[in-house]
Nanobody, 121 residues
Framework: QVQLVESGGGLVQPGGSLRLSCVAS????????MGWYRQAPGKQREFVAT???????NYADSVKGRFTISRDSTKNMVYLQMNDLKPEDTAVYFC???????????????WGQGTQVTVSS
């Protein structure tokens, strides 16, 4: 079994910053791409940012220049530094990872349970 657990969400004022973290645990052989998605109330889940095993990053246009994704492969962790937050960034943020499990070397797409980010004055 593989588990992804996010942390770092909370309430922040517009213009503020938050740093989200996600750790993968379980029977992990290797982790390919890791990323963040978000879902606002009444909306579909949307892409925020991804980072490949080699460190290549990709961002949604709405967060470019404000958010930075990074990872620590030695700890099976991915981070999302969010600066200059806006009310429209309010959402539940989900961690995602493509993981090859250790037992049978099978590849799967895994999701965390999400962490709430609220941007409000």
């Amino acid at each position: 079994q593989v588990q992804l657990v996010e942390s770092g969400g909370g309430l922040v004022q517009p213009g503020g910053s938050l740093r989200l973290s996600c750790v993968a645990s379980g029977s992990i052989f290797s982790i390919n791409a890791m990323g963040w998605y978000r879902q606002a109330p009444g909306k579909q889940r949307e892409f925020v940012a991804t980072i490949t095993k080699g460190g290549l990053t990709n961002y949604a246009d709405s967060v470019k220049g404000r958010f930075t994704i990074s990872r620590d492969s030695t700890k099976n962790m991915v981070y999302l530094q969010m600066n200059d937050l806006k009310p429209e960034d309010t959402a539940v943020y989900f961690c995602n990872a493509e993981i090859v499990t250790g037992l049978f070397r099978s590849k799967g797409n895994y999701w965390g349970q999400g962490t709430q980010v609220t941007v409000s004055s």
